[in-house]
């Protein structure tokens, strides 16, 4: 049976009355148990991060190319400084819990402590220690991450919106979330502490405000400290280890307990496959205590557990990410099965889903069914059964049965209490010794709060079958529908110009394939190449005319080539074929206030709302449209509605203020303006995203008071508190607002204070902003920083020539632009293929920066690109030693040396320097490996065999300043033997024998793999294990080696 666990926890969003406040203490009763929010500094010992990489991220050009991060910044120089950092800290707390949260960290939860337990039940990293892990690099362990639209994500480690409130009902709260920049979607999580709970209940609201799909995933990452008494308690019977195939069995795989920390000696991810239950959580066997994680599985079925493993390159991983805060694992809960896969998020949907997290101690064991209420174990002992329940708030007259062989068994009234376990013991009759029971728990009132039954499967799951071996069916490889496919798998992950390769091979083997040109024409859309884009379009519908998304981005691309008859003909199409009926009707709405006709956008977007009442855009919208048609008392309600469920919203709240101050409410008007100056304030890209909002719907001079203002109130910047600095990006849409609203003198004013403004971190990154810059350059063909701009964004939207082009007009009205002359010479290097003048704007931007080391690290790239090794070595050596001081440069140069054989040089530059390796990176190490091997040869070669063993021994080794450790999971046989037949040959043979001996006992992989992937150490291996004597083994290997 399932239990509606999430009813009882629902708040009331849409009836509540909500305080919005920031900076104060709130109390919600006077009760001194009263759930209560408040903001305080916390002083936290943290390694300051080195400032952001300057140069744009592009997606072609960045260190992971496998994810977008464009428009922000890398973050990927680590700093060793360590001071006492004082941060943001807002914090929940009610009679059981009291949760820490940090909102210039990601919204992270750093803290759950639960009184009852008098512990933190979650991992508390004592010190902000960064590593490389993150999307942009920079990423801290511990507590619990929010990650949407991908893992580890763009804010894991920045500054976040956050709004402190107390609800109706006496709950405490914080929502954290953002609007992301790299495709402009929105992510909330509101933190709950009821009144008399003991749980930490998540809201989730995850909001496509654009007009296109969007491609997410979302996962709750949450850490746990490691210990040898760690079980991962999941339900499951399978789970895929970051692949699809092979499929590792749960617990056991090959006989070792993979559920288990102290067993896993390597990083090992794994996903619940085919669960149907709505827990998972970790328990500590010894200590009997553990933490729980509910979430309604139709809603959330990921279940994952990560190791970074016990072997050596996993604990290496304590002293990068902490200094006393040892070993943890992560638990997460996910909107998908796995972290695999991406899909997409249809325009204007808005998900919505809760999570609930709390501990639970003295069980007995680990728990076998937890709801949102309560966690359940039972121990059937030969004619008794012990029951434990850990409840969540008081149920007092809880009624308890036992079932069992058709019949009742017990049945009793009990008072649970969440500030301890309830245990009891059942007789059991002997019909029902060894027999299926099935305890249920109600409250008082029969409501069922969780229910469990013995012979139940441990995923729940009646209907499950065992993973099979995916099969390729090897005759769709050449059809247009699978290469359309294998295109949306690229186009899910954001991979744009894979998708669009696939896209267009379809269509060499269709020319009419209509889905093919839908995608394409989406593609188009998206990059602002609208022409292109209703070339596709208008394709797929002469092969389908009835093709309801090509009439939807036909209409979106016809309305931005200003073509609004034709655009509201698609839309009409769909409104009456019913086909992204609510969808069509926004848009109509958005034209209809666009052209001033506020009731026929009222009635459009009120039949959208009423098609999908989720839409917290289009009910802003609607607000809007009945503020501006003079209905402000009904525009001021539905506005609440909104804020309340969405109290980070920033064209919610900007609404609010003026339909408030429309109704006289100057006290309502008041509060929004604070709660929207205090969100604005965190991020000039915020104020940009509001204005854009007032654009979309033809509200110009809204969309110039709202920059006007947050000029005048002064919004810092990435790095910059000064409120005085001149940010590009607003002054140049403020220009182009005013050119567009007849004020031609005040745009150019706007337009020369942002060619003055500051360019640093300026990567502006939407299509209206092509429009923005092209009009600035426009007024001023002098314009070299608009020129610069402009480039950022064309090669943010794949529009590589027309970006090139900007960059050379930006280089050439701007010759001491050092990243205009970066990009330039990126762009000739990856893009036109044209190298030798690429390397002349590298020259030009080391000439104007010449100590900042990226420069070099890149031109070094391009030059062994290039086959220039010699100039390598003489770029890298003749650098200033502030740059060859830069672990990146020494490794830059120290293969540079290897690459022209002088590895000696290299091996000694590499041992005296410190590198900092990403996860699942070993460049560095790579390299130390690649200079030993070519001194062991040369050794080898001249017949001076004991240096070679020396040498050979020596690329077995991990040493620390790598920061890589030494893998269970990766052999040495191949080096062992060497060093060994080395020996042999100098004439060592006691020495010799005892590298036979480590080459013949090494492991080829740890246990918990479940597949050995052939490599020549099993070759090497079998040839040690015959040395030794032991011919049966190596016999075994060499057969297998034979299949």
Do not use: C
Request: hydrophobic share 40%; aromatic share 10%; proline share 5%.
């Amino acid at each position: 049976m399932k239990v509606a666990f999430t009813k009882s926890l629902y708040p009331l969003i849409l009836s509540a009355t909500i305080l919005l406040l920031s900076g104060s203490v709130i109390t919600a009763q006077s009760s001194k148990d009263a759930p209560r929010v408040w903001e305080e500094p916390l002083v936290i010992p943290t390694y300051e991060l080195n400032p952001p990489n300057p140069y744009p991220a592009l997606v072609d050009w960045q260190r992971r190319k496998w994810r977008p991060v464009y428009p922000y910044p890398f973050l990927d120089s680590l700093g060793s400084t360590k001071t006492n950092h004082t941060w943001k800290a807002v914090y929940l707390e009610n009679e059981y819990l009291k949760v820490t949260v940090l909102p210039e960290l990601g919204g992270h939860v750093y803290q759950i402590f639960d009184k009852t337990l008098n512990r933190d039940i979650i991992y508390s990293n004592p010190v902000m220690k960064y590593a490389m892990v993150a999307l942009r690099g920079a990423w801290v362990s511990g507590g619990i991450e929010w990650n949407f639209p991908d893992g580890h994500t763009l804010t894991t480690v920045a500054p976040i919106d956050y709004v402190i409130r107390t609800e109706a009902d006496g709950s405490a709260s914080v929502a954290v979330g953002d609007t992301e920049r790299v495709q402009g979607m929105q992510w909330q999580v509101i933190l709950r502490l009821r009144p008399g709970k003991r749980v930490l209940e998540t809201e989730v609201t995850l909001n496509n405000r654009r007009a296109v799909p969007g491609r997410y995933w979302y996962w709750s990452t949450a850490g746990a400290p490691a210990a040898p008494d760690l079980r991962f308690n999941y339900p499951m019977r399978e789970a895929y280890p970051h692949a699809f195939w092979p499929v590792f069995k749960f617990p056991i795989e090959k006989g070792v307990d993979i559920g288990r920390f102290s067993e896993v000696p390597n990083f090992l991810s794994l996903f619940a496959r085919d669960s149907k239950r709505d827990y998972f959580g970790i328990y500590y066997e010894k200590s009997d205590w553990g933490v729980v994680h509910v979430a309604d599985h139709t809603e959330l079925p990921g279940k994952k557990t990560w190791t970074w493993g016990t072997d050596d390159n996993g604990n290496i991983w304590i002293d990068k990410l902490t200094d006393a805060g040892g070993q943890y694992v992560e638990f997460q809960g996910g909107r998908f099965e796995t972290q695999m896969e991406h899909q997409f998020i249809a325009p204007h949907r808005v998900e919505h889903f809760f999570e609930y997290w709390f501990g639970v101690s003295q069980m007995g064991g680990s728990w076998n069914e937890a709801t949102g209420d309560a966690a359940l174990r039972i121990n059937p002992q030969g004619n008794r059964a012990i029951i434990s329940v850990a409840s969540n708030e008081r149920f007092n007259q809880a009624e308890l049965t036992l079932a069992g062989s058709g019949k009742q068994l017990h049945s009793s009234r009990v008072d649970l209490d969440p500030a301890k376990v309830f245990t009891t013991t059942i007789e059991l009759p002997a019909s029902a010794v060894g027999k299926p029971l099935t305890v249920t728990l109600k409250n008082k009132d029969g409501r069922v709060l969780i229910q469990y039954r013995t012979d139940s499967p441990v995923d729940d799951n009646s209907d499950f079958k065992p993973a099979t071996r995916p099969i390729p069916d090897p005759t769709n490889t050449s059809s247009a529908e699978q290469r359309y496919v294998e295109g949306l798998a690229f186009d899910k992950k954001s991979r744009e110009r894979e998708a669009r390769e696939a896209y267009f091979d379809a269509l060499k083997r269709d020319p009419f394939f209509a889905p093919a040109h839908i995608a394409l024409g989406l593609s188009f859309y998206r990059s602002g190449e609208y022409q292109v884009a209703a070339e596709h379009l208008e394709a797929a519908l002469v092969r389908n005319k009835d093709a309801g998304d090509a009439h939807y981005y036909l209409a979106l691309v016809r309305r931005a080539l200003g073509q609004t008859s034709e655009a509201e003909d698609h839309l009409i199409w769909l409104v009456r074929s019913g086909y992204r009926e609510s969808l069509a009707r926004y848009v109509l709405g958005e034209i209809a206030l666009s052209r001033g006709d506020y009731k026929q956008a009222i009635e459009h977007l009120e039949q959208g709302v009423m098609r999908d009442s989720r839409d917290l855009k289009a009910r802003t919208v609607l607000a809007l449209a009945e503020r501006l048609n003079g209905n402000s008392e009904s525009a001021a309600a539905r506005i609440d509605q909104v804020v309340n469920e969405s109290p980070i919203d920033y064209l919610a709240l900007h609404e609010q203020l003026l339909t408030s101050k429309a109704i006289g409410n100057e006290t309502k008007a008041g509060a929004a303006s604070r709660e929207l100056q205090h969100l604005l304030s965190r991020e000039p890209d915020a104020v940009l995203e509001l204005a854009f909002d007032y654009v979309a719907v033809g509200q110009q001079q809204e969309a110039i008071n709202v920059i006007e203002d947050a000029i005048k109130h002064g919004p810092s910047g990435i790095l910059d508190v000064d409120k005085s600095r001149i940010h590009p990006m607003l002054y140049y849409t403020l220009g182009y607002l005013y050119d567009k609203t007849g004020n031609s003198d005040r745009a150019r004013a706007q337009y020369a204070l942002a060619m003055k403004g500051d360019p640093s971190f300026v990567f502006p990154h939407r299509v209206e902003e092509i429009d923005v810059l092209r009009a600035a350059l426009a007024a001023n063909k002098t314009d070299g920083r608009a020129a610069y701009y402009l480039g950022n964004v064309l090669a943010s939207k794949n529009r590589d020539k027309e970006a090139l082009e900007a960059w050379r007009d930006a280089i050439r009205l701007d010759p001491t632009n050092t990243v205009a002359h970066r990009n330039f010479a990126r762009a000739l290097w990856l893009t036109a293929q044209k190298r030798d003048e690429a390397a002349i704007q590298y020259q030009q931007a080391i000439t104007n920066s010449p100590n900042d080391f990226r420069l070099y690290i890149e031109f070094d790239r391009l030059l062994a690109d290039m086959g220039a090794t010699g100039q390598r070595v003489k770029l890298l050596e003749s650098a200033p030693e502030t740059v060859r001081a830069q672990p990146g440069a020494v490794q830059a140069l120290a293969g540079a040396y290897v690459d022209s054989g002088r590895f000696s040089e290299a091996a000694n530059l590499l041992s005296k320097t410190t590198f900092t390796s990403g996860e699942g990176e070993d460049a560095a190490l790579g390299l130390y490996r690649r200079a030993h091997l070519g001194l062991a040869r040369k050794y080898r070669d001249t017949g001076d065999h004991l240096h070679a063993a020396t040498e050979f021994a020596a690329v077995t080794e991990f040493p620390r300043n790598f920061g890589v450790g030494r893998p269970a999971m990766q052999s040495q046989a191949q080096f062992y033997v060497a060093a060994a037949r080395e020996y042999e040959a100098g004439g060592k043979r006691d020495e010799a024998e005892r590298w036979w001996k480590r080459a013949a006992e090494e492991e080829l992989n740890p246990p918990s793999q479940p597949e050995e992937p052939w490599s020549e150490n099993y070759f090497y291996k079998a040839v040690a294990l015959q040395h030794v004597g032991r011919s049966v083994e190596a016999r075994k290997l060499y057969e297998r080696l034979a299949l």
